[in-house]
């Protein structure tokens, strides 16, 4: 299976729709502080494989971002790597998201 990459303007409009899926910012604590989606879940990419264990729900929809693209791929492949077969790494991280003129909060 290959991970799609999913465009900021088309993740907008699913959380903007309350689409079910689980949105996941995986970067550091201090990154996440700085700015990050709002709807964004923060779970680490140093946590992240025991992390997401808890989830049981194989085939919802997860999108996982970070500053550009490339952690969120590693998560995207240990995700694929435990049997979610629903997977999108957020097409420029962050920064995408920031260069497109979309919102962020910050802590």
């Given at each position: 299976m290959s991970i799609k990459q999913?465009?900021?303007d088309e993740l907008k409009i699913k959380?903007?729709?309350?689409?079910?899926?689980?949105?996941i910012d995986c970067?550091?604590?201090?990154?996440?502080?700085?700015?990050?989606?709002p709807?964004?879940?923060f779970i680490p990419l140093s946590r992240f494989e025991k992390e997401i264990d808890k989830?049981?729900?194989?085939?919802?929809?997860?999108?996982?971002?970070?500053?550009s693209g490339h952690r969120s791929m590693n998560a995207c492949e240990i995700l694929e790597s435990k049997g979610?077969?629903?997977?999108?790494?957020?097409?420029?991280?962050i920064?995408?998201?920031?260069e497109?003129?979309?919102?962020?909060?910050?802590?």
């Amino acid at each position: 299976m290959s991970i799609k990459q999913i465009a900021p303007d088309e993740l907008k409009i699913k959380l903007d729709n309350g689409e079910d899926l689980i949105f996941i910012d995986c970067r550091e604590r201090n990154e996440f502080e700085e700015g990050h989606i709002p709807q964004a879940q923060f779970i680490p990419l140093s946590r992240f494989e025991k992390e997401i264990d808890k989830l049981k729900n194989k085939n919802i929809e997860i999108v996982v971002a970070c500053r550009s693209g490339h952690r969120s791929m590693n998560a995207c492949e240990i995700l694929e790597s435990k049997g979610f077969t629903n997977i999108s790494n957020l097409s420029g991280g962050i920064l995408g998201w920031i260069e497109d003129g979309l919102e962020i909060i910050r802590e």
